[in-house]
């Protein structure tokens, strides 16, 4: 074989591994744009949960105790800096399984004008985030799969963007807003 | 919401999944959804409006058998069409593992992906092999459903991640407003599903027969579902062989029916189960389960609450279950009262909003990353603002058990029938 048509294959393989690595990198971005997504979609049901909870607890159909901790609680979990979110946003689970331990309060939620609508929307904000946060450390997963990878690893391929984290909490709704939750 | 769904088997082959998509899909129309659904289909058969011809599937060996798979340059143009023009809010796909259409869907999206994953059987291990060759398409799915926490535990086994269980839809209303036959009633003992497949189980059920009968003279069984008949009885004493009737092949109404009489349905199916629609099926028109311990079957009925469990492939006990069940009314009736609580949660009404509240979440994820960085972690006020909104969006969506009495009102279509087998 003559020197040029070696020339020719080198630079057919580099033209591969090109498209190749270009193809990955590609892969990366669109991981990353999906975790995004489902951080801001965990983020607005974090928000939507503490966000109706403040509303019971300042509307006074609530006992002032429960008021109180349900509202320090919720206050707490909307306000945490980023580091300290995961254990706030936990015991703002427990304050919510605390208050809505028996079907009584529920009940009693239910009874004042709107408040069926409150409970419908709570029941509909603590069965999502559960859901919201299973979807976002799916995404997370599988972009640090790919990352540790060598040619990953190698070429640099992530570029500066910052090693995605799997958001970690208690997210256990309160028993009697999830008669469902029994493993079906 | 407009809504594109995938479904990878042949639209007029029966099957679980074809099922689970035409209810999903008449569910969504029904909530006011636009609903489009690919699926492949022989030329000229004969589809519901919402269904999309995605051409012929080819058989091939696959996975240890034949299969009926969309594959090549023609599918792929056809789905990459459909998915262009279709505009779709969330395209939601079922099965996606299986070389199929909604495999070549994944390849063609750029919007917000759902998928459902139904198999979990051991069998599909070699399948699940191949999914590191997958793994660059299945990264586009955004939300994964297992259709229980059985098909969850094999997927992240197998592929890592994780997935929100959310079991397959029974129009509850349906089967339990059915009307009982007289002559199915009276000491019957009901088995649904395929006559010559051993993996349903009706071996057993026949081996355990002598014993039952031998206790409860009166018992018959009535068994619904294609295959050979006299074969099933071959192993039967000859004077015992019309303690058994075949009704063959049934529709959707005579299946209810069927279980709104028998006094005990029993599924001795051997495994390879994901979910176990039919037990739901049973529980919704009232009939006391019996039915291997599969750990399936076990989800299904409430660990052994909503129905009985046996030992699987055990005969001798399934015999003893049975007789004890034939013969305690009161054991009847308590199962029947926690089985008529138990389904609920698998009415459509319930399962159709949380798969909403799926689509929901992925495409409120995306449209607000989409809109920039900054209304992803929005003000305190923006954001109960926006909470306000898609939470009583989703009260309507969610409609509890109110909402779900007004759908068992509706007729239900019978345009097509279920045959069974």
Not at chain 2, 18 to 34: K, M, N
Not at chain 2, 66 to 79: C, D, I, K, Q, W
Not at chain 2, 264 to 276: H, K, T
Request: charged share 25%.
């Amino acid at each position: 074989m003559t020197t040029f048509t070696w020339l020719i294959l080198a630079a057919a393989a580099l033209l591969l591994i090109a498209v190749y690595l270009s193809w990955t990198a590609g892969r990366l971005d669109r991981l990353h744009s999906r975790i995004d997504a489902a951080r801001a979609a965990l983020d607005a049901q974090l928000l939507r949960r503490a966000s109706v909870a403040q509303e019971l607890a300042t509307s006074g159909v609530l006992d002032p105790a429960a008021s109180m901790v349900l509202h320090q609680a919720a206050h707490r979990a909307r306000q945490a800096e980023e580091e300290e979110r995961e254990v706030a946003e936990s015991e703002f689970s427990q304050a919510l399984r605390a208050v809505f331990a028996d079907q009584a309060q529920v009940a009693a939620v239910r009874e004042v004008p709107g408040g069926e609508e409150t409970i419908e929307e709570l029941t509909a904000a603590v069965r999502r985030v559960p859901m919201a946060r299973r979807f976002h450390n799916d995404a997370v997963r599988a972009a640090r799969a790919l990352r540790r990878h060598r040619k990953v690893r190698l070429f640099r391929l992530a570029g500066h963007a910052v090693s995605p984290q799997a958001f970690e909490m208690d997210d256990e709704p309160p028993a009697v807003l999830d008669d469902r939750s029994n493993p079906a | 919401m407009r809504i594109g769904i995938v479904c990878p088997y042949s639209w007029d082959v029966p099957g679980g999944v074809q099922f689970h998509i035409r209810d999903l899909a008449e569910h969504l129309i029904r909530s006011g959804h636009e609903v489009s659904v690919l699926a492949p289909a022989e030329e000229g058969s004969l589809l519901p409006p919402y269904v999309v011809s995605a051409g012929r599937a080819v058989p091939v060996p696959y996975n240890g058998s034949v299969a009926r798979l969309n594959f090549g340059v023609l599918s792929a143009a056809r789905t990459r069409r459909w998915v262009n023009e279709g505009g779709f809010d969330v395209l939601h796909l079922h099965e996606p593992a299986a070389p199929s259409l909604a495999l070549l869907a994944c390849w063609a999206a750029s919007g917000p992906v759902v998928a459902t994953f139904h198999t979990s059987n051991p069998r599909s291990r070699a399948m699940m092999a191949a999914y590191p060759i997958l793994q660059a398409a299945l990264e586009k799915i955004s939300a994964r459903i297992a259709v229980s926490e059985y098909a969850r535990r094999t997927l992240v086994e197998h592929l890592g991640g994780d997935a929100v269980v959310i079991p397959n839809g029974v129009d509850v209303d349906f089967f339990a407003s059915a009307e009982p036959k007289s002559e199915w009633q009276g000491e019957t003992i009901g088995f649904v599903g395929r006559i010559d497949e051993s993996r349903k189980g009706l071996p057993v059920l026949m081996r355990a027969l002598p014993e039952i009968l031998r206790r409860r003279p009166g018992a018959r069984l009535l068994v619904a579902g294609r295959g050979d008949e006299r074969e099933a009885v071959a192993g039967l004493p000859e004077e015992l062989r019309d303690r058994v009737e075949f009704l063959g092949m049934v529709s959707d109404e005579d299946k209810a029916r069927l279980l709104r009489s028998v006094d005990v349905y029993v599924a001795p199916n051997l495994g390879g189960e994901s979910f176990g629609i039919i037990l739901v099926e049973a529980m919704s028109a009232g009939a006391p389960v019996l039915a291997s311990d599969l750990d399936a079957f076990a989800q299904v009925l409430d660990g052994g609450r909503a129905g009985e469990l046996f030992p699987n492939e055990d005969a001798d006990a399934l015999a003893e279950a049975c007789v004890r069940l034939l013969s305690d009314p009161e054991r009847r009736a308590e199962l029947r009262a926690h089985a008529s609580r138990h389904v609920r949660r698998f009415d459509w009404s319930t399962v159709g909003a949380d798969i909403l509240a799926v689509y929901e979440t992925v495409i409120e994820g995306a449209a607000r990353s989409a809109a920039g960085p900054d209304t992803g972690s929005a003000g305190p006020d923006e954001g109960s603002d926006a909470g306000s909104d898609a939470g009583s969006d989703s009260a309507v969506a969610g409609g509890t058990d109110s909402g779900a009495a007004a759908t068992g009102q509706r007729p239900r279509s019978t345009g097509w029938r279920r045959p069974w087998g």
